[in-house]
């Protein structure tokens, strides 16, 4: 009696050890999936942001080339009237308008801060993909990864934001210089 007592209760030890493992495992794989959908969600968000901030700025420059034009349009005409006076090219040459430059460089510095940013958040997203890939093949998965059927989710679905550009560098395995203002064509479009 005390024997069947003795492996009645090894057995049931098990048996609440297979529960407790299986339902931790089932936890971690609801919780990096829920991280994933949800990282995903943040990159779109943050990639969207960056976007409308740089349409927006970009927009200012353009605004104030207008504005300029109107001014000086308006401060010329009058000057010197409706027909001017060769006396406005002097006066344009004394006051020499200028756009400033600064504009640009606060755009400039607003673009790299977004891309670094939205750099980041596709990098939170591939840690936490590679966290749940090594909690789906970790020990546990060999004992009750078959119970629960893990992955729920399209890993490929979840997957970072990338350009055409650097998807044809890893096809091809080269990576050439970058033509940051458009100025050089490249091979297949020489023809």
């Known amino acids: 009696m005390k ?4 492996i009645l209760g090894v057995l049931v030890f098990f048996v609440i050890i297979f529960i407790a493992v299986a339902l931790g495992y089932r936890s971690d794989c609801v919780r990096l999936e829920a991280k994933i959908v949800a990282q995903y969600k943040q990159d779109q ?30 401060t010329m005409k009058g000057r010197y009237g409706a027909d001017g ?3 406005v090219f002097q006066f344009i040459k004394e006051h020499n308008p200028q756009l400033d430059s600064a504009i640009y460089t606060r755009l400039q510095a607003a673009i790299e801060a977004g891309r670094n940013s939205f750099a980041a958040e596709q990098q939170q997203l591939l840690d936490i993909k590679r966290e749940y890939e090594v909690v789906l093949k970790d020990n546990r998965a060999l004992f009750v990864g078959w119970i629960f ?3 729920t989710l399209d890993l490929d679905k979840y ?8 998807q044809r560098t890893f ?5 050439n210089e970058i033509d940051v203002f458009g100025k050089k064509k490249r091979p297949a479009e020489q023809q």
């Open 171 to 175: 096809e091809e395995k080269k990576s």
């Open 159 to 166: 997957d970072i934001v990338t350009s055409d550009e650097t």
């Open 3 to 6: 024997a069947t007592l003795a």
């Open 85 to 87: 006076s060769k006396a």
């Open 45 to 74: 968000n943050n990639y969207d942001n960056m976007w409308k901030k740089f349409k927006e700025m970009a927009q200012v420059p353009e605004q104030y080339v207008e504005d300029m034009k109107k001014i000086w349009g308006d």
């Open 149 to 151: 059927s893990f992955p």
